[in-house]
């Protein structure tokens, strides 16, 4: 199937330049699960051959790197997603973060988590991931108004990067990332 992953030595930096400069981008977070999903569902491997940024999540990933001649250090997405987070209030004005996903009660108290962990970050906006099909326009245009420079979308695996690929033109300057259950994780 030969699925792309990007090999970096510093995501963190590439991405904060990214964001900085206002290139809209997407991240998959690859490990073995979605691979062998990716092989089921061409709409998923199509996706991650378009995102901007595949990064190895995964110790399968890596393993299977290394066994080609390859050694990468793993980059599990939840760090790398936390470690934006602490870089975004370094900034002025810090990034405006959105965190969507979860269940309701979960994104919020990840925020507040996030908030006391790191005073002047801008979490400018939650929202679970168990919308009816009415809440969806007012969402919708929520995002459009505030367009966040970083989107954290936790529905899980394949739901959050299809759903990403159908709505990031919405915020083209966006760097959306699918987070899996890193709010649940957050919360606590
Ligand atoms: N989720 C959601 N909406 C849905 C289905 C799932 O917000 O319609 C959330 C769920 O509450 C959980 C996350 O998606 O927070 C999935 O987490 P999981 O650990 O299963 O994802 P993975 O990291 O394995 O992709």
Redesign the pocket.
């Known amino acids: 199937m030969g699925l792309p992953v990007h090999l970096l030595n510093d995501y963190p930096s590439w991405l904060a330049h990214r964001i900085q400069q206002r290139l809209g981008c997407h991240v998959i977070t690859l490990n073995a699960?979605m691979t062998m999903q990716a092989e089921h569902s061409p709409t998923l491997a199509q996706m991650i051959h378009t995102a901007e940024l595949v990064i190895p999540d995964g110790a399968g990933i890596v393993l299977y790197l290394k066994l080609h001649g390859r050694h990468v250090d793993r980059c599990p997405g939840i760090e790398l997603s936390a470690e934006l987070l602490m870089r975004s209030h370094q900034f002025t004005p810090p990034w405006s973060i959105f965190f969507f996903?979860?269940?309701p009660g979960?994104a919020e108290k990840a925020a507040e988590v996030w908030k006391q962990k790191a005073p002047g970050i801008a979490i400018v906006g939650v929202q679970?991931?168990?919308l009816t099909p009415d809440d969806q326009p007012a969402f919708l245009e929520r995002l459009k108004v505030l367009q966040p420079q970083l989107i954290y979308v936790?529905?899980?695996?394949p739901?959050?990067e299809l759903w990403i690929a159908q709505h990031r033109y919405m915020c083209p300057n966006s760097v959306w990332i699918?987070?899996?259950?890193?709010?649940?994780v957050w919360a606590g």
Do not use: K
Request: without cysteine.
């Open positions: 699960e996903g979860g269940a979960v679970n991931g168990y936790g529905l899980g695996v739901r959050q699918g987070v899996g259950g890193s709010f649940d």
